[in-house]
């Protein structure tokens, strides 16, 4: 059964703003007014918009050590976490990414070092586009995904018994490219945003045909 993105509460990113997102069933995304800094000279954020559904990139000008510190904010990634776990069964969602140059959409363990992006360990499984190009990392191995252009909305397929997270090409649908885990710990919905905005889409059944 698929299960969309849906709310969270924690704030995990330290270096911008941000709120986090979860898994729920059958719930829409609602991103809550929570804000986190990094010690830095420059701060800048992941602020909400579309009735709290979307994340926005945006440049602050606050003093971030003004700000507490919290354990669960990442160090200096713009990482948005899920709060509430995966754990078993097949989920799906879709995300729309508007003005954005660099990103990545993916999963990634609950427990995942703070000090890390994802995709860089062996914790995280996530795809990305930057340069123009698509690839698909966990790790810290990036490997490159055939796909022409940069398409507004994509499909992320998890199924968590059988080890795979896929990238949906919403359009035809099938999947473009998978990414193969043993996955044994909770997992949570990740995504990376380093300009622009996404939007994540809930609720949605996956689509007839994947694999």
């Known amino acids: 059964m698929a299960m969309p993105v849906s709310a969270a509460r924690v704030c995990r990113l330290a270096g911008r703003t941000v709120s986090s997102l979860s898994a729920g069933h059958r719930r829409a995304v609602n991103l809550p007014a929570k804000t986190c800094f990094i010690s830095t000279s420059t701060v800048s954020s992941l602020d909400l918009f579309k009735k709290d559904t979307g994340v926005i990139y945006r440049m602050m000008g606050l003093d971030p050590s003004q700000v507490q510190d919290d354990p669960e904010r990442f160090r200096d990634w713009a990482v948005v976490f899920g709060d509430k776990k995966i754990s078993s069964g097949r989920h799906y969602w879709e995300v729309t990414v508007k003005k954005s140059q660099e990103f990545r959409l993916g999963v990634a363990e609950a427990a995942m070092s703070r000090d890390d992006c994802v995709g860089t360990n062996s914790s995280s499984w996530v795809f990305g586009y930057a340069q123009r190009k698509w690839f698909a990392m966990t790790s810290n191995k990036m490997v490159p995904v055939t796909l022409v252009g940069k398409p507004d909305r994509v499909g992320i397929l998890l199924d968590y018994e059988g080890g795979f997270l896929g990238l949906v090409d919403v359009e035809q649908p099938r999947i473009i490219h998978t ?33």
């Open 179 to 211: 990414l193969r885990g043993q996955f044994k710990a909770p997992l949570c919905p990740a995504f990376g945003l380093w300009d622009g905005e996404l939007l994540t889409h809930s609720g949605l059944e996956e689509p007839e045909g994947l694999m």
